[in-house]
């Protein structure tokens, strides 16, 4: 008793002398910590028999609660002369001026972003968004991509520990399309929307990140055929790029969720090691590029989503966004996108003036 007595007023003693926060830290772990003499006493008390045990365990458990309480108050008193000592010190000069820098602007992302809706929002789409926390249900199955399905492989997932109340795998959505199940059985039909948003898969090198942009499109009705897609595809891109000579290649491809499925490329030439989108990718001097995939919405996926595939028929599509605005702007390495580099940003980014409008022009820059 004598020895928790003198070990009681030696912790309050140091307690009281700690000039930091860091000294009253090692006094707290000497006494309290796990291996602290207070946890170690606290220990002991299992080994004695209940007379000593009735004797012993309120007065450590009163000792703990004394260096508990010198402590807290302590840590308070040291936190204000930390601030009062600040505020003494740090000082601005309010007379001074504003510093030129930092300055900040829109990144290329969130710019074309804007540009993409300002244009889909013309031709009749709504923009829908939908969790980048998503469940397997919405990301694969009901995509026509069950658990055996290969094109799951493809996607590279980040999958969560945690499972869904009912069981499903919980993941980063690797594409925005579950924003169409999730539009569809929201909404049923018809249904004219894009989705524009962040999409993650494990996957990194100039032209691949792990977190990347993608935009939706989802269009269903009674009467809609592949013409459709290609006009709209078309129509978007010359007033995205801001020119006519824009020539598409649908070529056939293969998604689980569309059939048939068509992969879009753009026709462009290089000038001065940049770029450039137009003309015809076979003509001399010009190359495709593949800007995303597409196709008329598989009768499946309809089902999943509530539809009935013999009244309502649809195309989708899904491009990605940082691909194009790279290609709009002239960038040659994806990864700088997510740096922050400030040097980047001040070359490449857009004055919060500079809102993208159909009449003023959907490109222009600061
Ligand atoms: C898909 O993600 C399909 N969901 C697209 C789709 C939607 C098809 C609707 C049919 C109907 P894919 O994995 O090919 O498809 O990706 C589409 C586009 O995203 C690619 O063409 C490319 O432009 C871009 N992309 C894919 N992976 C990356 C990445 N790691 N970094 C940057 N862009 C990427």
């Keep these: 008793m004598s020895e928790l007595h003198n070990q009681k007023a030696a912790a309050l003693a140091a307690i009281a002398a700690a ?12 006494a309290l910590g796990k291996k602290g003499w207070v946890s170690l006493a606290l220990k002991t008390l299992g080994q004695m028999s209940p007379e000593e045990r009735a004797a012993a365990a309120p007065a450590i458990q009163a ?17 204000a002369a930390e601030l009062a000592a600040r505020l003494a010190s740090e000082t601005v000069d309010l007379t001074l001026p504003t510093p030129a820098q930092p300055k900040g602007s829109v990144h290329p992302v969130s710019q074309v972003m804007d540009e993409l809706a ?5 031709l009749g789409f709504a923009v829908a968004t939908g969790p980048e926390i998503e469940d397997d249900w919405h990301n694969f199955t009901a995509l026509n991509m069950d ?13 969560f520990s945690d499972k869904t109340a009912d069981g499903k795998d919980v993941l980063l959505r690797t594409h925005t399309s579950p924003v169409q199940i999730r539009s569809m059985l929201d909404q049923g039909a018809p249904i004219r929307i894009i989705a524009p948003g962040r999409v993650y898969r494990s996957d990194s090198d100039a032209t691949h990140t792990p977190m990347f942009h993608q935009v939706e ?17 078309e129509t978007f891109f010359k007033a995205f790029f801001e020119r006519e000579d824009i020539t598409l290649r649908l070529r056939p491809s293969y998604f689980p969720f569309t059939e048939p499925s068509v992969e879009v490329d753009v026709g462009y030439s290089t000038e001065g090691g940049r770029r450039v989108v137009g003309g015809h990718g076979d003509a001399p001097g010009h190359a495709w590029m593949e800007l995303g995939g597409s196709g008329m919405v598989n009768a499946r996926v309809l089902e999943f989503a509530g539809l009935d595939p013999k009244e309502w028929q649809g195309f989708a599509f899904g491009l990605g966004i940082d691909r194009i605005a790279m290609l709009k702007y002239g960038m040659n390495d994806l990864r700088a996108f997510f740096d922050g580099d400030p040097r980047w ?3 490449y980014g857009f004055s919060p003036f500079d809102q993208p409008t159909l009449s003023a022009g959907v490109g222009a820059r600061a």
């Design 19 to 30: 000039s930091d926060l860091t000294a009253l830290e090692e006094t707290r772990l000497a």
């Design 63 to 79: 000792a703990r609660a004394e260096i508990a309480d010198a402590l807290d108050a302590k840590k308070a008193a040291l936190e």
């Design 118 to 122: 300002e244009i889909f929002a013309d």
């Design 147 to 159: 658990e055996t399905h290969p094109a799951r492989a493809m996607h590279d997932t980040f999958y």
């Design 217 to 233: 499109g989802l269009v269903i009705d009674r009467d809609i055929h592949l013409g459709h897609l290609k006009w709209t595809l």
């Design 345 to 347: 940003l001040a070359h």
